[in-house]
């Protein structure tokens, strides 16, 4: 899959929708390499033009990958991004940008009510409340 998305990740829905596969799938390797290259995969699908929906998505993946990473100050910026510049657009599962960010901020509203931090228990919470089953 390496190869096509080198050829084709930035040619068209095709390609694009593949460039995202591979990011989700790289994550499951659950190496540092392979997890940079995951975030570099979703950082060109987050940044090209062509397709909102697919920059929606790509951003949505960043802040569960953050997530994963138990990066929460990182994930909480891309669910702000999310709900700034994908406010309207449908990103998964039937939500939009504004869904995904109030969702979010609910989550880290109950953070300190429950003694946690930025640890696995806050990160299980974000990914429960935003509908993640696992891994990116």
Known sequence: MRGFVGTFGSFG???????????????????????????????????????????????????RLMT???LMEDATHYYRVL??????????DGKTGQDFLKTSERVQRIWP???????????????TATGDSGPV
Request: glycine share 6%; aromatic share 2%; charged share 30%.
């Open 13 to 63: 829905e095709v390609g694009r929708e593949a460039r995202l596969e591979f990011a989700e799938r790289l994550v499951h390797d659950n190496d540092t390499a392979s997890l940079v290259e995951a975030e570099r995969h979703l950082g060109m699908l987050r940044t090209q033009r062509e397709d909102v929906q697919m920059a929606a998505r790509a951003v949505e993946a960043l802040a």
């Open 68 to 70: 994963r990473k138990n």
């Open 113 to 127: 009510l429950t003694g946690s931090t930025a640890t696995s228990e806050s990160a299980v919470s974000m990914q």
């Open 83 to 92: 709900g700034r510049d994908f406010a309207k657009v449908l990103v998964k």
